[in-house]
């Protein structure tokens, strides 16, 4: 029972790199120049031009969780372990435990994407596409893990940097691909235009000047932290993929490669159709406006065992407040009346800020430290916390580039080799390569492929997949799994998993589909004597 509630735990929690349907994931994503039908959309567009039919997507999903620390194995092994006795036989090491971390934080990332049925479809070399995609990621500081084992340690500075973020984005994509013939060579191209409908955005950041933190020191404690929460609802963007395949290239190597997301971005603001329809209900859950976000504080001062009960002594106070972000502040000859805030210049040359016409104490405005200010937004106007000095949420959108190889070879299947980096490393993009080496077999049998792969490189850690597919007529159903950090569930510390339900009619002229009423043979009845 226990081991059945860490599973949930480890893989249910639920961007440009993503696998997009199982397919894929059971390539472990050396799908560049793999990819086909509808489903090249996202990958390598240029792949629609082999389309010959309809394909079309009935159901489809694909979630994953992915964490840097704990897997299955490392927690039956601490789950009873004694971690002060060195001889006992289930000692282990408290340090070990520590080692197990990557870095300074325990990492937490998840996913979902979602396509919507029926409207993910290629007919040719022209395809629509339409999904959600949402990524979350949260990551915990090792100090914390340090703490619980090793308790309090003396004149050690403890450092809280809690943080996370998820977005919510839903894609629609036009493609169209093209045949060009250069000197006898065919090469195909391919565009997709997507329009990007931001969702929903929220992001926790630690904005202490050197870090929230603990400090232990003989008789006493010390602590203090800033937090801030970020969020935004209702955004638009767009984006492009271009791509280009090179079929049986060289000795029958397919050659394939694809910029996807190219100059993507979000912008969300108060005019944005989704927050003008539905803005009303998220701010009666949120309790917050468009360019609202939430501050907050604690400080704990000097706190010993002795003023721990003294209660007369204030040594612990917090703090929550609703703000707005401002940043381009101008100067007081450009100030222009609405506007928040104002610098001035005293008299040693020094840069003074300034409140406008507002209600707002100049004391209880807080420095970010970048040219922003943290401004209380109890008593600000809608209009001022949508003036061009206020900050709106501007993302950009993960974009990335894929090279691939592949060559099916007869009486096996496909090998297919692809090198994938991102441009950065937002929600859930990587600016390292990641090589992706897999195989697709159906030397058993055509209408049974499975599927081999591995990854490795990126800042995900290596990853190990499995997946297959089964064909009756112009149905097909596929499923495929993903381990990250383990080939066995046991010792993975993430999972990946798809499935998809779609039609395609290449070869419609081939299938048959009979009906029949099945025989029933009644039993005999004995012979009535004469």
Same mark, same amino acid.
């Given at each position: 029972?226990?081991?059945?509630?860490?599973?949930? /735990?480890?893989?249910?929690?639920?961007?440009?790199?993503?696998?997009?349907?199982? !397919?894929?994931?059971?390539?472990?994503?050396?799908?560049?120049?793999?990819?086909?039908?509808?489903?090249?959309?996202?990958?390598?567009?240029?792949?629609?031009?082999?389309?010959?039919?309809?394909?079309?997507?009935?159901?489809?999903?694909?979630?994953?969780?992915?964490?840097?620390?704990?897997?299955?194995?490392? =927690?039956?092994?601490?789950?009873?372990?004694?971690?002060?006795?060195?001889?006992?036989?289930?000692?282990?090491?408290?340090?070990?435990?520590?080692?197990?971390?990557?870095?300074?934080?325990?990492?937490?990332?998840?996913?979902?994407?979602?396509?919507?049925?029926?409207?993910?479809?290629?007919?040719?070399?022209? &395809?629509?596409?339409?999904?959600?995609?949402?990524?979350?990621?949260?990551?915990?500081?090792?100090?914390?893990?340090?703490?619980?084992? #090793? @308790?309090?340690?003396?004149?050690?500075?403890?450092?809280?940097?809690?943080?996370?973020? +998820?977005?919510?984005?839903?894609?629609?994509? $036009?493609?169209?691909?093209?045949?060009?013939?250069?000197?006898?060579?065919? /090469?195909?191209?391919?565009?997709?235009?997507?329009?990007?409908?931001?969702?929903?955005?929220?992001?926790?950041?630690? /904005?202490?000047?050197?870090?929230? =933190?603990?400090?232990?020191?003989?008789?006493?404690?010390?602590?203090? @932290?800033?937090?801030?929460?970020?969020?935004?609802?209702?955004?638009?963007?767009?984006?492009?993929?271009?791509?280009?395949?090179?079929?049986?290239?060289?000795?029958?190597?397919?050659?394939?490669?694809?910029?996807?997301?190219?100059?993507?971005?979000?912008? +969300?603001?108060?005019?944005?159709?989704? !927050?003008? =329809?539905? @803005?009303?209900?998220?701010?009666?859950?949120? &309790?917050?406006?468009?360019?609202?976000?939430?501050?907050?504080?604690?400080?704990?001062?000097?706190?010993?065992?002795?003023?721990?009960?003294?209660?007369?002594?204030?040594? +612990?106070?917090? #703090?929550?407040?609703?703000?707005?972000?401002?940043?381009?502040?101008?100067?007081?000859?450009? =100030?222009?009346?609405?506007?928040?805030?104002?610098?001035?210049?005293?008299?040693?040359?020094?840069?003074?800020?300034?409140?406008?016409?507002? #209600?707002?104490?100049?004391?209880?405005?807080?420095?970010?430290?970048?040219?922003?200010?943290?401004?209380?937004? #109890?008593?600000?106007?809608?209009?001022?916390?949508?003036?061009?000095?206020?900050?709106?949420?501007?993302?950009?959108?993960?974009?990335?580039?894929?090279?691939?190889?592949?060559?099916?070879?007869?009486?096996?299947?496909?090998?297919?080799?692809?090198?994938?980096?991102?441009?950065?490393?937002?929600? &859930?993009?990587?600016?390292? +390569?990641? $090589?992706?080496?897999?195989?697709?077999?159906?030397?058993?049998?055509?209408?049974?492929?499975?599927?081999? @792969?591995?990854?490795? &490189?990126?800042?995900?850690?290596?990853?190990?997949?499995?997946?297959?597919?089964?064909?009756?007529?112009?149905?097909?159903?596929?499923?495929?799994?993903?381990?990250?950090?383990? /080939?066995?569930?046991?010792?993975?510390?993430?999972?990946?998993?798809?499935?998809?339900?779609?039609?395609?009619?290449?070869?419609?002229?081939?299938?048959?589909?009979?009906?029949?009423?099945?025989?029933?043979?009644?039993?005999?009845?004995?012979?009535?004597?004469?």
């Amino acid at each position: 029972m226990k081991n059945k509630f860490l599973y949930i /735990i480890l893989f249910s929690f639920s961007f440009s790199q993503f696998e997009h349907d199982p !397919r894929m994931l059971g390539m472990s994503g050396a799908y560049t120049s793999v990819a086909s039908g509808y489903q090249a959309i996202g990958v390598n567009p240029a792949n629609l031009v082999s389309n010959q039919s309809l394909s079309l997507n009935l159901f489809s999903a694909n979630t994953f969780m992915v964490n840097d620390f704990l897997s299955v194995d490392l =927690y039956n092994q601490l789950n009873g372990a004694d971690f002060e006795n060195t001889s006992s036989s289930s000692y282990y090491s408290k340090n070990d435990i520590l080692g197990q971390i990557k870095g300074s934080n325990i990492d937490i990332e998840a996913g979902v994407v979602v396509p919507f049925p029926i409207f993910n479809f290629a007919y040719k070399n022209f &395809g629509i596409s339409t999904l959600n995609k949402s990524y979350s990621k949260f990551h915990i500081p090792d100090t914390v893990l340090d703490v619980m084992l #090793n @308790g309090n340690t003396k004149d050690q500075r403890f450092l809280l940097d809690l943080g996370g973020e +998820f977005i919510s984005c839903n894609e629609i994509g $036009l493609s169209y691909a093209q045949k060009v013939d250069y000197f006898g060579f065919p /090469i195909y191209l391919g565009y997709t235009f997507k329009y990007i409908q931001g969702l929903a955005f929220f992001k926790m950041r630690d /904005i202490e000047q050197n870090g929230s =933190y603990i400090l232990t020191q003989q008789t006493s404690f010390h602590a203090s @932290g800033k937090f801030l929460v970020e969020q935004a609802f209702g955004g638009t963007g767009t984006s492009s993929d271009f791509g280009l395949l090179l079929p049986e290239f060289y000795d029958g190597w397919n050659i394939g490669a694809s910029l996807i997301n190219l100059g993507g971005s979000v912008k +969300f603001t108060s005019d944005n159709p989704t !927050r003008q =329809y539905l @803005g009303s209900s998220f701010e009666s859950t949120s &309790g917050l406006r468009q360019n609202e976000y939430y501050y907050l504080d604690f400080k704990l001062d000097t706190m010993s065992v002795m003023t721990a009960f003294e209660s007369d002594i204030e040594f +612990f106070s917090s #703090n929550s407040i609703k703000v707005g972000i401002f940043s381009d502040i101008p100067l007081e000859q450009d =100030y222009i009346p609405g506007d928040i805030l104002y610098y001035t210049i005293d008299s040693n040359g020094d840069s003074l800020i300034n409140v406008g016409e507002s #209600n707002i104490d100049v004391e209880d405005v807080i420095d970010l430290g970048n040219q922003s200010y943290l401004v209380p937004s #109890n008593g600000l106007a809608e209009y001022q916390l949508q003036s061009t000095t206020s900050k709106d949420v501007n993302l950009d959108y993960p974009s990335s580039l894929r090279f691939g190889i592949s060559k099916n070879f007869d009486e096996f299947g496909i090998l297919s080799i692809d090198m994938v980096t991102g441009f950065d490393d937002s929600f &859930g993009n990587s600016n390292k +390569f990641r $090589l992706s080496i897999a195989t697709e077999i159906d030397r058993v049998s055509e209408n049974f492929p499975i599927r081999i @792969g591995a990854s490795f &490189g990126g800042r995900q850690p290596s990853s190990y997949s499995l997946g297959f597919g089964y064909k009756a007529g112009p149905l097909n159903f596929d499923f495929g799994r993903k381990y990250y950090s383990g /080939i066995i569930l046991n010792r993975a510390k993430g999972a990946e998993f798809a499935l998809n339900l779609s039609i395609d009619l290449t070869d419609i002229k081939n299938y048959s589909i009979k009906f029949g009423i099945p025989k029933i043979n009644l039993p005999k009845l004995p012979k009535l004597p004469n």
